[in-house]
């Protein structure tokens, strides 16, 4: 459906994406990397947001650049929503309706059904500017979903929200996902593990691949150890530390590691196979 055809991105000087080709189908993918790893270009440029410095993106085999039809098929979130705050909620989506060209008699039916997607439909002639973060949040998921776009682009949707607004947000993507084009940038793992059927790692500007979720954990399995904080001076060769955590009264480190240890491997996740991808890569550029 999308094909991303050796693009790369510069603002001045500075090279933010460099030779990415990918080609992604209706599916939900999860776009994975650090700061400053060219997640927020990757997807203004798929949004199509930004000219290219080289490539070209292709939908349905015709490039993206100035397409109005292209345009017309995309929801977008960007990693920083607003809103426009001195409207009501109800104009606020009126505006995005018209940019979207809907019509006026379709209008107010689907802004209903996209509020109450996203638990504001008691907001509906509230201020923007009277609304809490994750409302606001939750607003622009709202104006992202609008006229059921065929390409749905999420930069950090979860940012912002309680547990319980991510959750929905999860079963709100589940409930879209048929024949759509998702893509969802997060920091959090745990919000694309149930969800996405492919992830894509990006790491400063290039594409280190694009993998199933079985890929990933394939990758980091028996090279992930739990030991006890009072073991890891008897940890052989180099490690990183994934997380800490206590378990009664002792405090357990989770680490990655291509030396085999003396412990017990346990059965690796997503993000453990995502940052073994991350550290393969920075060995073997520095080696």
Not at 46 to 68: C, E, M, N, P, V
Not at 110 to 133: D, H, P, Q
Not at 211 to 220: C, S, V
Request: proline share 2%; net charge negative.
């Amino acid at each position: 459906m999308l094909e991303v055809n050796h693009i790369t991105k510069s603002f001045r000087r500075k090279k933010v994406l460099e030779n990415i080709s990918c080609r992604l189908e209706a599916k939900t993918y999860g776009l994975l990397g650090s700061n400053g790893a060219g997640k927020t270009t990757f997807l203004r440029c798929i949004a199509g947001l930004y000219a290219l410095d080289q490539g070209d993106i292709l939908w349905k085999g015709t490039s993206i650049s100035g397409s109005k039809e292209y345009t017309s098929k995309i929801g977008y979130l960007p990693q920083k929503f607003e809103g426009l705050k001195e409207l009501t909620v109800k104009e606020c989506l009126e505006f995005f309706g018209d940019m979207k060209e809907m019509e006026n008699s379709e209008l107010e039916k689907e802004i209903t059904r996209v509020l109450a997607m996203v638990n504001l439909e008691e907001f509906f002639n509230r201020r923007v500017k009277t609304l809490s973060g994750g409302m606001i949040r939750r607003l622009g998921i709202a104006q992202a979903i609008m006229n059921y776009p065929e390409i749905l682009i999420f930069d950090e949707p979860t940012a912002g929200l309680d547990p319980e607004e991510r959750l929905r947000f999860k079963n709100l993507v589940m409930h879209l996902q048929s024949k759509k084009l998702i893509i969802i940038s997060t920091h959090i793992v745990d919000d694309i593990e149930v969800l996405c059927d492919e992830i894509i790692v990006l790491d400063s500007g290039r594409l280190l691949g694009v993998f199933t979720p079985e890929m990933l954990i394939k990758k980091a399995r028996g090279k992930v150890y739990e030991v006890d904080e009072s073991e890891l001076l008897n940890i052989k060769g180099d490690y990183k530390v994934i997380k800490e955590y206590r378990v009664d009264q002792s405090v357990k480190i989770r680490i990655l590691t291509e030396e085999v240890q003396n412990f017990e491997t346990i059965e690796p996740t997503i993000e453990d196979g995502y940052l073994w991808i991350k550290a393969n890569a920075l060995s073997m550029e520095k080696g």
